[in-house]
T-cell receptor, first 116, second 110 residues
Framework: EAGVAQSPRYKIIEKRQSVAFWCNPISGHATLYWYQQILGQGPKLLIQFQNNGVVDDSQLPKDRFSAERLKGVDSTLKIQPAKLEDSAVYLC??????????????FGPGTRLTVL | KQEVTQIPAALSVPEGENLVLNCSFTDSAIYNLQWFRQDPGKGLTSLLLIQSSQREQTSGRLNASLDKSSGRSTLYIAASQPGDSATYLCAVKNDYKLSFGAGTTVTVRA
């Protein structure tokens, strides 16, 4: 079974530029998550999709971050314009989405973003 | 708001020694608790998941305990090996949301 795929793996940009990340979840997984992991911290949930609808985006900085999940499969996360504090690893995860107690999230390798 | 704390932040042990990693959380109304492993440049790999009704889970050399009433979990790794060197993250689930600790970075010296 193929895992969660993410691209690019690494990205370096100047502040105020824009950047986009792509995620392809495990086939059949209804729920998709984007996390931000700053160096030395645990992952923080940015947005959660159930199929192509947003379940939770309470911690997404909506003035600069946006995300979409077209057709309930692939997803893109965009930052425009980027700030220095956006330097982090962006992790995508997916799960079957059937029941809160047993639903296990599977993580992709992440995209490491450096903003100069 | 759920707060998850992991102590110590880093740990270095000689090969063969048993590892004990601690996790504490503030809100005991959890569905489950998971332990993840993260290697440099890699994503997270789930090691063990303990349901709120369970006291422990075991997989090979790994054993995780859960005391929901006191808001604590411990991950034991028996007979550590250099390949166990990684960052170990604890995450608790409330409703549909996972809250992570900052992790414990383990180095096993050959």
């Amino acid at each position: 079974e193929a895992g969660v795929a993410q691209s690019p793996r690494y990205k370096i940009i100047e502040k105020r530029q824009s950047v986009a990340f792509w995620c392809n979840p495990i086939s059949g997984h209804a729920t998709l998550y984007w996390y931000q992991q700053i160096l030395g911290q645990g992952p923080k949930l940015l947005i959660q999709f159930q199929n192509n609808g947003v379940v939770d985006d309470s911690q997404l900085p909506k003035d600069r971050f946006s995300a979409e999940r077209l057709k309930g499969v692939d997803s893109t996360l965009k930052i425009q314009p980027a700030k220095l504090e956006d330097s982090a690893v962006y992790l995508c995860a997916s799960s079957l989405g059937r029941g809160a107690t047993t639903d296990t999230q599977y993580f992709g390798p992440g995209t490491r973003l450096t903003v100069l | 708001k759920q707060e998850v704390t992991q102590i110590p932040a880093a740990l270095s042990v000689p090969e063969g020694e048993n590892l004990v990693l601690n996790c504490s959380f503030t809100d005991s109304a959890i569905y489950n608790l998971q332990w993840f492993r993260q290697d440099p440049g890699k994503g997270l790999t789930s090691l063990l998941l303990i349901q709120s009704s369970q006291r422990e889970q075991t997989s090979g050399r790994l054993n995780a305990s859960l005391d929901k009433s006191s808001g604590r979990s411990t991950l034991y790794i028996a007979a550590s090996q250099p390949g166990d060197s990684a960052t170990y993250l604890c995450a608790v689930k409330n409703d549909y949301k996972l809250s992570f600790g900052a992790g414990t970075t383990v180095t096993v010296r050959a």
